[in-house]
T-cell receptor, first 112, second 115 residues
């Protein structure tokens, strides 16, 4: 089946800096990707999604970039805040299904 | 609008027992999925229900089962509990219709500890 993987397990950034979290996927037919944020003891929280007909999508302080050529997507967080400290997952539903395949996650730590 | 609600939030069971977890999806959502999250395996898909029918099933033993009711609420059951079943069990809901791409929202999860 499809696989979604993350390049780095941990990321530490200074408060106020920008954060970039990367994700690779293997299925070139994938057409929809979701980023989730999971704080300690809580369920995954939807951040932003992107469809394969887009290269970039922006939300509040977050931007997702999709590079279909190299099957890579990234989540950029602007002006990172302590409240952004969490584990971030990219996820991908199977074709025509609602079954999500998750990467292992990247733990973002914000240094005050 | 209320989010995905899971009960109970925390529970401790003994090996060999069985457990039932409950999930109420976001109002209007007809797809409910269940995931198991452990430190070693990450987030793994268990099964997905839509209109009381199981549409997809993950690679878990038959001890893991679920069902969905006519009001879209769902339950999952784990029988003959093993220590390795200790995990955070997450429920997610979505509109569930059309092609994939409906946003999927998660609940806060049920923490199960098997002793």
């Amino acid at each position: 089946g499809e696989s979604v993987g993350l390049h780095l397990p941990t990321l530490s950034v200074q408060e106020g800096d920008n954060s970039i979290i990367n994700c690779a996927y293997s299925n070139s037919a994938s057409d929809y990707f979701i980023w989730y944020k999971q704080e300690s003891g809580k369920g995954p929280q939807f951040i932003i999604d992107i469809r394969s007909n887009m290269d970039k999508r922006q939300g509040q302080r977050v931007t997702v970039l999709l590079n279909k050529t190299v099957k890579h997507l990234s989540l950029q967080i602007a002006a990172t805040q302590p409240g952004d400290s969490a584990v971030y997952f990219c996820a991908e539903p199977g074709a025509g299904s609602y079954q999500l395949t998750f990467g292992k996650g990247t733990k973002l730590s914000v240094i005050p | 609008k209320a989010g995905v609600t899971q009960t109970p939030r925390y529970l401790i069971k003994t090996r060999g027992q069985q457990v039932t977890l409950s999930c109420s999806p976001i109002s209007g959502h007809r797809s409910v999925s269940w995931y198991q999250q452990t430190p070693g395996q990450g987030l793994q898909f268990l099964f997905e229900y839509f209109s009381e029918t199981q549409r997809n099933k993950g690679n878990f033993p038959g001890r893991f089962s679920g069902r969905q009711f006519s009001n879209s609420r769902s339950e999952m059951n784990v029988s003959t509990l093993e220590l390795g079943d200790s995990a955070l069990y997450l429920c997610a809901s979505s509109l569930g219709q059309g092609t994939s791409g409906n946003t999927i929202y998660f609940g806060e999860g049920s923490w199960l500890t098997v002793v």
